[in-house]
């Protein structure tokens, strides 16, 4: 099985998670809470799974 090893993350000021296409420079997908992003880290990247935590302090997992 091959990983997808083209795709990273982003997070920010702006409460959005988005997963991009580095080969093409497109946007893949996004998801958007009330508080800023300030923490990440891909727990399936296969699967596009990622956890994520904001200024609340609250941890979530989502996939993109």
């Known amino acids: ?3 997808n090893q083209n ?3 982003s997070s920010g000021w702006d409460a959005k998670l988005v997963l991009w296409d580095l080969e093409s420079g ?3 997908s996004e998801i958007s809470w009330d508080n800023y992003v300030n923490c990440m880290a891909w ?3 296969e699967k ?3 956890m994520a935590g904001g200024r609340s302090g609250n941890m979530v ?3 993109l």
């Open 1 to 3: 099985m091959q990983i």
């Open 7 to 9: 795709l990273a993350v």
């Open 26 to 28: 497109s946007k893949l």
């Open 43 to 45: 727990i399936d990247k």
């Open 48 to 50: 596009r799974i990622v």
């Open 61 to 63: 997992v989502v996939q």
